[in-house]
T-cell receptor
Framework: DVKVTQSSRYLVKRTGEKVFLECVQD?????MFWYRQDPGLGLRLIYF???????EKGDIPEGYSVSREKKERFSLILESASTNQTSMYLC????????????FGPGTRLTVT | DAKTTQPPSMDCAEGRAANLPCNHS???????VYWYRQIHSQGPQYIIH???NNETNEMASLIITEDRKSSTLILPHATLRDTAVYYC?????????????FGTGTRLTIIP
């Protein structure tokens, strides 16, 4: 089975801190995604990557950056955390070609105080 | 990607079939219908997808109307572990369009 892991389930950070959220997948998938999930808004795509060192902005990239130095790892970076970035962050991966499903990690609940 | 409409919540008795509707009246010919679910405190999980034919797998069945403007996800014998939020997503399945647009879904509660 595909496994997508995220570095933390719960994280508490202070306003202004630099925050790193890490995601690792073990199925050699080309595509990786970062979403945030907020009540009443569903899941919204922040960034995705379709190859090492490649990235594309999603619907809400402001305040975030990403890094993909290795195929299995996709990092989400909050350069200067703000309270409106308190959310559930979900990472997903997906293969190419006939693979149609995205595999999600368990999520990181980030609280910025 | 076409927009979808789902009821915000539904209940179903344990052991009965759960039928979750989804309206996608603006779907275009090359758009697939996908279903995911999200159990509390977990990431979303793929269930099934289809283009125009009905589909069945070990988790569920997907019934798509002939005009493709709506579909129904069927969980044939619902258990308490099926309590989750169910998302219906419509998208083109091709390279370069990998994004999934999740709406707010249907919160399904299985009643013992």
């Amino acid at each position: 089975d595909v496994k997508v892991t995220q570095s933390s389930r719960y994280l508490v950070k202070r306003t202004g801190e630099k925050v790193f959220l890490e995601c690792v997948q073990d199925m050699d998938h080309e595509n990786m995604f970062w979403y945030r999930q907020d009540p009443g808004l569903g899941l919204r795509l922040i960034y995705f990557s379709y190859d090492v060192k490649m990235k594309e902005k999603g619907d809400i990239p402001e305040g975030y950056s990403v890094s993909r130095e290795k195929k299995e790892r996709f990092s989400l970076i909050l350069e200067s955390a703000s309270t409106n970035q308190t959310s559930m962050y979900l990472c997903a991966s997906k293969g190419l070609g006939r693979e149609v499903r995205q595999y999600f990690g368990p999520g990181t609940r980030l609280t910025v105080t | 990607d076409a927009k979808t409409t789902q009821p915000p919540s539904m209940d179903c008795a344990e052991g009965r079939a759960a039928n979750l509707p989804c309206n996608h009246s603006t779907i275009s010919g090359n758009e697939y219908v996908y279903w995911y679910r999200q159990i509390h405190s977990q990431g979303p999980q793929y269930i099934i997808h289809g283009l125009k034919n009905n589909e069945t797998n070990e988790m569920a069945s997907l019934i798509i109307t002939e005009d493709r403007k709506s579909s129904t996800l069927i969980l044939p014998h619902a258990t308490l572990r099926d309590t989750a939020v169910y998302y219906c997503i419509v998208r083109v399945n091709n390279f370069g369009n990998e994004k999934l647009t999740f709406g707010t879904g249907t919160r399904l509660t299985i009643i013992p």
